[in-house]
């Protein structure tokens, strides 16, 4: 099971972003979805969860900036996030809880992440 964000990448201030998921290898059911991010020197944070039904969740500083989705049929997720910030610089990361069963039938739950994409936020 793999994940793989991508549509990092430069963006000027006051500008748009929009960060892809895509998910690859057995998966039988991915439930929660989320995006985190770490910024140089800093922890690694919250920005959105989203359930299999499309509740979301949002990290309070980023409300009204941010938007995330995701199409179960394809076991993707994206992120919209708008008037970026330098502040907003950082590597993005996308997770998922994810079910698969083994050759054997186990069942084997997880939560995966993917190997980030980097965003900067500069003139």
């Known amino acids: 099971v793999q994940l793989q964000a991508s549509g990092g990448g430069l963006v000027q201030p006051g500008g748009s972003l929009r960060l892809s998921c895509a998910t690859s290898g057995r998966v039988s059911r991915i439930d929660n979805m989320g995006w985190y991010r770490q910024a140089p020197g800093k922890q690694r944070e919250l920005v959105a969860v989203i359930t299999t039904g499309g509740s979301t969740t949002y990290a309070d500083s980023l409300k009204g900036r941010v938007t995330v989705s995701r199409d179960n049929a394809k076991n993707a997720m994206y992120l919209v996030m708008n008037r970026v910030k330098p502040e907003d610089t950082a590597v993005y990361f996308c997770?998922?809880?994810?079910?698969?069963?083994?050759?054997?039938?186990?069942?084997?739950?997880?939560?995966?992440w993917g190997q980030g994409t980097l965003v900067t936020v500069s003139s």
């Open positions: 997770t998922a809880d994810i079910l698969y069963y083994t050759d054997d039938g186990a069942p084997v739950a997880l939560k995966a």
